[in-house]
């Protein structure tokens, strides 16, 4: 019995010496070679590009990586780490690539990267990368050198690009408007429609045109301007007791956050977060676009309407004697008969048919170039989300649905996400001198 266990024991020994050498040197004999990923697309460079190059090995570990960039007979070393032990199996460099501290020059070049691992055999890899550099920033040539602008209002504006852009579009002070990349006449030409505040002035108000190419150079030109002057009204409205009791459960039923408010409360949540919530849908609903025209001629006015409240009317709530706080109106209120018939200002796209807060039932229709249309406080919505509609069909019925105190449209126009005034797009006059005639001195 004892020899047995002796036995058994060095069996044991020269097994576990075996299974200690396999690992050991199958460690050594390691045959995978390190991985090695470029975390973004690096196509093109211009003038700075940070990069991140990611290098992994699941075996033995880096030993060393480096990273060159070279163009003719120069090469540059961009990355040199070596790793003085095992056990670093994954490892991310960032780095800038200025070309011009390098002193290169427009053309193509290489980007070199190797990878080598901690086994026997040093198994590496080279991935060897083609791009382009280039330092020269898009030229922007304008094709409206004239634009007259409302407060509130619209402009649209044309030009072209030395060279295909990866981004470009208009700034407005802080805001941004995407422009679109269309053919007229069989020529590439950007078309951007934006919109200004209602507080812009002219010499106050900053408008330029922006681009930026593949290598992410970027230009940008001031755009030629004139905004006039437009007052807006401002007036109070009195709520009533019986208003809120009426409207405001509608909101606490429907949002958790208002269980157990007052009316008054309750209007004051509504008029400020939920109004605000509600701004960022119509953002993002509308951030995507069609990228060509979809309206025709003038838009559409509900028919034998009359306006209750205009674009730009700056409202101060009251309810017995105290404000309860203050709102600017975004779009025009038009009453008709009760339950009247609401038509698609112009033809598009619905992309969004449902309750939206304050605005209760609602559709909002994209008509190409980030252009879009808002119909709120229906009691009937008729048409759904994906649906092409045709100017003059019918997408619903008047209402009181949302923050309405009576049977009416709420209509509203957004350029870019951002709200405008109706009126400018249901004259044919303002249509032709700043859309038409624009579009025709690209041709």
Avoid at 154 to 163: G, K, N
Avoid at 182 to 201: D, M, V
Avoid at 327 to 334: A, F, N, T
Wanted: charged share 20%; proline share 5%; hydrophobic share 40%.
């Amino acid at each position: 019995m004892f020899y047995r266990n002796i036995k058994y024991i060095g069996l044991l020994t020269v097994i576990l010496a075996m299974v200690g050498a396999f690992w050991f040197f199958g460690s050594l004999i390691d045959m995978g070679k390190p991985d090695i990923a470029i975390n973004q697309d690096i196509a093109a460079i211009g003038r700075q590009k940070v990069i991140e190059v990611t290098f992994s090995d699941p075996g033995c570990g880096l030993r060393y990586t480096l990273i060159t960039m070279s163009q003719g007979d120069k090469a540059y070393t961009l990355s040199s780490t070596q790793y003085p032990e095992k056990g670093t199996h994954s490892k991310t460099v960032s780095l800038t690539i200025d070309p011009l501290s390098m002193k290169m020059h427009d053309g193509p070049a290489t980007l070199n990267i190797k990878a080598v691992d901690y086994s026997l055999f040093k198994n590496q890899t080279l991935l060897t990368k083609p791009l382009t550099i280039d330092l020269l920033p898009p030229q922007i040539y304008l094709q409206n050198p004239q634009n007259i602008i409302n407060p509130g209002g619209t402009c649209v504006t044309l030009y072209r690009a030395s060279e295909p852009v990866s981004m470009s579009g208009i700034h407005v002070d802080d805001r941004y408007f995407p422009a679109y990349l269309t053919a007229i006449s069989g020529k590439p030409y950007y078309i951007a429609y934006f919109s200004l505040p209602i507080e812009a002035r002219q010499g106050t108000t900053r408008i330029k045109v922006v681009a930026r190419d593949q290598a992410g150079n970027e230009s940008a030109l001031a755009l030629p301007h004139l905004i006039k002057n437009k007052k807006f009204r401002a007036d109070k409205m009195n709520l009533s007791s019986q208003f809120l009791q009426q409207k405001m459960p509608d909101f606490q039923a429907t949002d958790v956050n208002l269980r157990g408010k007052t009316p008054v409360e309750t209007f004051i949540y509504v008029n400020t977060t939920l109004r605000q919530e509600n701004f960022k849908t119509i953002q993002s609903v509308t951030q995507k676009s069609e990228p060509r025209q979809l309206w025709t001629d003038t838009f559409l006015r509900m028919k034998n309407a009359s306006p209750m409240a205009m674009y730009g009317d700056r409202r101060t709530y009251v309810f017995e004697g105290k404000a309860l706080g203050e709102s600017l109106h975004e779009g025009v209120d038009l009453a008709s008969l009760e339950r009247a018939p609401i038509e698609a200002a112009n033809g598009g796209v619905v992309v969004f048919a449902g309750p939206l807060g304050i605005y209760g039932n609602a559709v909002i229709i994209d008509h190409g170039f980030g252009l879009s249309t808002l119909y709120g406080h229906q009691s009937m919505i008729s048409v759904k989300a994906g649906q092409a509609v045709k100017k003059g069909d019918v997408i619903g019925s008047s209402g009181t649905s949302g923050l309405a105190g009576g049977d009416h449209l709420h209509f509203a126009i957004m350029v870019g996400g951002q709200f405008v005034n109706p009126q400018e797009w249901w004259d044919p006059h303002w249509i032709a001198d700043n859309v038409t005639k624009k579009i025709a001195m690209a041709n």
